[in-house]
């Protein structure tokens, strides 16, 4: 049987890392991208195969695909959505540019790689598109509105896109982690800085004792926090499973939210979500 391939985004750091490399020991022929070209030359000297693609700009995607398809002779077995940010920030602080900015990445980006991949997996008869939601893909937490409306939308997206391709070879999967050790958090910092000016918020006193302090001092691990590792055995399945899940859902916090969410009112989830 022909090795199989499979091509991965955000892979410089986190889940896309560590799925990088956990598929390739499993003996998949992994096509590792990044947004910047330093991270895939490291990426090379790991052993992996790397090239950039950015999710913000049409003809990276464009040219990540050539050279994927040009690298396989034609064959991608599936592709992983996995490259994200975040914005934190209150709402009502968050400027437009701060939404379209975010939402360039973690919807459009990734909905441009893969209208461009389904046509080669409509030729070859087969392929399986993986996106990595998130719990905040279908539960509301404070001071994550721009994350969560990118997931929330990409939920959406992908389940009219599995509906769509029922008549077609190709599978559409969502794996929806909740915490999971990665650089987010750090990585946020900077577009914190950049769009929200918290001084001049009405919860500026808000913004000085929980999120600045959680963001630039850190609180160690989240509860429940599992490693990046917990997603790529979670990946393995739906890639190699005959009839992969719509869902998988990973860590504890993402089953306790999707169960409240199906059996609590709003009033008593708002509730236990304000906790958070």
């Known amino acids: 049987m022909a090795q199989r391939t499979v091509l991965i ?8 890392h560590d799925a990088a490399h956990f598929m390739a020991r499993r003996g998949w022929r992994v096509l590792a991208t990044c947004r910047k070209a330093e991270d895939c030359d490291r990426l090379v000297t ?11 700009d049409a003809a990276s995607i464009a040219a990540a695909v050539d050279t994927a398809l040009d690298r396989t002779g034609g064959r991608i077995d599936a592709a992983f959505n996995n490259g ?15 939404l379209r900015f975010i939402f360039e990445t973690n919807l459009f980006g990734v909905h441009d790689l893969t209208v461009r991949l389904i046509p080669q997996f409509r030729r070859q008869g087969f392929g399986r598109v993986v996106n990595c939601s998130s719990v905040l893909g279908f539960a509301a937490l404070k001071w994550r509105g721009a994350y969560v409306a990118t997931k929330f939308a990409m939920e959406g997206l992908t389940d009219v896109l599995r509906l769509e391709m029922r008549d077609t070879p190709v ?5 929806e982690p909740g ?3 990665s650089k987010i958090r750090a990585n946020s910092i900077p577009h914190f800085e950049r769009f929200i000016d918290w001084e001049a918020s009405p919860r500026a006193e808000q913004y000085r004792g929980v999120l600045r302090a959680r963001l630039y ?13 917990a997603v790529s055995e979670v990946l393995a399945r739906a ?26 009112p709003t009033r008593l989830l708002d509730a236990l979500a304000a906790r958070l």
Request: aromatic share 6%.
């Open 217 to 229: 001092k850190g609180e160690g691990k989240d509860r429940f926090e599992l490693p990046a590792r």
């Open 171 to 175: 599978k559409v999967v969502l794996i």
């Open 9 to 16: 985004t955000g892979c410089s750091s986190g889940i896309g």
């Open 84 to 98: 994200a940010f975040a914005v934190p920030g209150a709402v009502e602080d968050l400027p437009r540019d701060a």
């Open 239 to 264: 890639l190699e499973a005959r009839d992969p899940a719509p869902r998988y859902r990973v860590t504890t916090p993402t089953t306790i939210m999707a169960v409240a969410k199906r059996v609590l």
């Open 179 to 181: 915490p999971i050790t």
């Open 46 to 56: 790991e052993g992996l195969e790397s090239f950039p693609l950015d999710y913000t």
